[in-house]
């Protein structure tokens, strides 16, 4: 299938029956809360698809028209908008809100939008500006659509008239989800990820050898260290050798032989690995007479290979585009690269006016890695509203600091605000700084629980992400860590199936409670995925407590830790405090998070063993979704056979989708595993399940296994039957504080005279308010009194 071809889904022609023209404007009613506006001096409009609007042609709402002079009003269930058919303008173009939202929203205003994302982190130190996304407290959002390039009938690209206007306006007060549905539903939706892609990536820009490469590989293995992607920087290609009449090496498509002189071995031992690779693209230097590829290109684009010409990267012509496919990158994925990471940083210009070089590669990677029938795939930086339909976004070069760490949980969530799911970082930094054990550990842990967790690190031998090259309690923390990132896949995969459909994994808290200010005062905690709120730890630890602290609000309800155990009461603040080998992850009362078993490591596969965490505190149910693509294959069946071969999920229809609903009821004390549906072949025939009550059995309870904040049972399940485990009685949750206070008691560098007295506060049997009160008297250091207090003030099994 050629490469340059329309956008599967595309269909930017809207409905005859939602437009309203006037002589020199036009309004479309997308959505019920979604007007496109367009103005043009010479009376035309445009149909053609943009970077933003690839699918126009929507379900028409039901929406009324008042015809005020040459101008209009229209007015849908959500919003009505007023126009004079003039040149936009703040008095004649005017959006309000209707119900308890009511808002007003006039054109050229500043904008009050939550922000959206970036282009790039690169050297970033600390905060930037976000470019604007689709929702807004006050409810109305306007996305300038004017200035993107277009996509022709036919696939190709293609400019703007000049001078026209193209503005659309979301206008549906704090009803985010309704803001983001209708934004997918005119964009197109984020593409699936393959399974593979959520587990760890190792990525150093570093000059490996084949040998180098799988003896690090092997390491890992030794240390239990888990990965599904090997990303190969610059160096798989040559850098060094490239004789000097040609330049420097930044871009290549040749193997570097004395590196890699058997590639499609190397790759096919990666995937008999169980990991997939991708390898890094520089290309605004073009096609060098020295690259293994150029007598062909050379043939391909009208170039006599005897003059050594170079061939310029020129991705506004169709016939190099072409070539840039076919000759340089299919030879390669046919040795066994799966897909390509696109480094692009070289200008927003081409030779077409509008047309951004990042668009192109980004748009006809996907297209081209999609030939096959599957989603496709693609790794590079965000182009502006639309980027969401090009898989994994390559935030840049994180500079090395606590300060870029504390901005990077903000900057992920708010990408969900311009519909961006997918954002990998460099995760621990990759430039300057200075070397800190703590940071790079808490870095990991974030890393863990971002949406795809890549470890990064520059061109320097003293910028490492190595766990053994740490001391042994960051070494041991940063094990557990990536561990426990496989262990994630069977929730992250679920997760992914829904942002698919247009919810993003990370998400910022005042998507789940729009209406209350304290969710928008917290700006690095975040929903991940249904069941989970994480906050990060994102400062160095207290010197007196030896813990990170991080600030949370929690919606209403309990929400219990799935590390630590404890449980707390929401609605309102608390202050978080974790020694270094965990940061607070928080599972909803009702909260079901299926995990892979510590032993299915492999993230490219559905496993045959899984644990589920419960928080037992209210009823709650959940659907693991599996699919085709994470079935397992025979020694001698696909073992180097690229990614793209496999049989795609289709999340809209189900085709290759399995899903196995999982209920907990607290009233009858019993946990229901049902019988999976759809397509069964696709998991294993018999399966392991663990299930883990975060909280105390009920007396006479048999159990598994049993710790003071947990307990398991274990059962063997036929996939196709299902299971029913009744308890007891419903388990108690929360944990006594008495323990954990003790033990942050005795770590804390404070006077021991201090402690004691604070430990017979503590231990006192009156009830915890008291003892909260009285630890005011104690002369305890701050950070010290305050970890207690958060001990204290958490839910327990005794209520007392």
Known sequence: MPTIRPFPGSDPVADPDAVVVGDRWRITVLQDGLFRIEWSEDGGFEDRASTFAIRRRLDVPEYTVVRRGAGVEVTTDRATLRYDGGPFSSAGLVVETSGPDANR??????????????????????????????????????????????????????SRVPGRRDVSVFAYGRDYAAALRAFHAVSGPPTLMPRWALGNWWSRYHPYSDESYLALLDRFDEERLPFSVAVIDMDWHRVDSVPSRFGNGWTGYSWEPSLFPDPRAFLAELHRRGMRTTLNLHPADGVRAFEDAYPAMAAATGVDPDTEQAIAFDPTDPDFLRAYFAVLHRPLEEQGVDF?????????????????????????????????GGPGMTFSRYAGPGSHRYAVGFSGDAVVSWASLAFQPEFTATAANIGY????????GHTRGVRDDELATRWVQFGVFSPVMRLHSANNPFIRKEPWVFPAEPRAAMGDALRFRHRLVPYLHTMNHLAAAGTPLVRPLYHLEPHRDEAYRVPNE????????????????DPVTLRGRARAWLPAGTWTDVFTGTTYAGDRFVDLHRTLDTIPVLLRAGGILPLAAPEEVDATVNPAALEVLVAPGASGSFTLVEDREGQAVGADDGADTPAADAV?????????????????????????????????DSVPVRRRWRVTF????????????????????????????????????????????????????????AGNPEKLTAWEVVDRDVPRADRIVELETVGLPDSLRGALVELLGSVHPDAG
Do not use: K
Not at 124 to 134: A, I, T, W
Not at 421 to 428: L, N, Q
Not at 654 to 674: E, N
Not at 723 to 733: F, R
């Open 694 to 749: 975060l909280g105390a059995p009920a007396a006479g309870q048999e159990t598994s296994a049993v710790a003071a904040d947990r307990f398991s049972v274990d059962l063997d399940v036929a996939t196709d039957e299902g299971a029913v485990l009744t308890l007891a009685g419903a388990p108690t949750v929360g944990v006594d504080a008495r323990d954990d206070a003790r033990r942050l008691l005795e770590a804390a560098q």
């Open 340 to 372: 390509w990471w696109i480094d692009w940083q070289q200008g927003r210009t081409t030779s077409i006016p509008g047309v951004d070089p990042l668009w192109m590669l980004n748009h006809f990677h996907l297209l081209d890695s999609a030939r096959d």
């Open 105 to 158: 929203w006039r054109y050229g205003q500043e904008p009050r939008d939550l922000g959206g994302t970036g282009r790039t982190l690169d050297d970033v130190d600390g905060r930037m500006p976000l470019e604007s996304g689709v929702l807004a407290r006050d409810g109305i959002v306007a996305l300038d659509d004017s200035e993107s390039f277009l996509f022709e009938d036919d696939g190709w690209v293609g």
């Open 526 to 541: 975040y929903a991940f995925g249904t069941e989970l709120l994480v906050a990060p730890i994102v400062e160095p630890r």
């Open 421 to 428: 799911p997918w954002w990998s970082h460099d995760i621990g």
């Open 648 to 680: 795609p999920a289709d999340t809209e229809s189900g085709a290759g989708v399995c899903r196995t609903a999982l209920t907990w009821d607290r009233g009858t004390a019993s946990f229901r595993i049902d019988p999976a549906e759809g397509d069964v």
